[in-house]
């Protein structure tokens, strides 16, 4: 079984950087696309940017330019680095991980951020 633990979330001033980890752990296999999600209170759960193994990224429009996605396969860990946080980028985070034909969450990790 794979597990996938987010890290770095917390409360942040509008204008401000937050970076997001997600570590994969457990009976490792080869990981194939991630991706960053978020949901905020009374809304669905979006997508935030995704990347491929090979390191092809895609984003939403909301975070275009303020986001960036990587990762590390050696350190099997995924990252969002957030800039120029906006209020509307409050959400709980949570990242994803496919793998063969199935794929695994995270259990999130609140990003606050006040205007």
Known sequence: QVQLAEYGGGSVQAG?????????????????AMGWYRQA?????????TITSAGSSNYADSVKG???ISRDN?????YL????LKFEDTAVYYCHG???????????????VSS
Do not use: H
């Open 81 to 84: 680095q957030m800039n120029s």
């Open 16 to 32: 401000g950087s937050l970076r997001l980890s997600c570590a994969v752990s457990g009976r490792i296999v080869r990981i194939g």
């Open 41 to 49: 209170p009374g809304k669905q759960r979006e997508l935030v940017a």
């Open 66 to 68: 303020r986001f960036t």
């Open 98 to 112: 496919a793998y063969g034909d199935s794929g695994s969450w995270g259990q999130g990790t609140q990003v606050t």
């Open 74 to 78: 050696a350190k099997n860990t995924l």
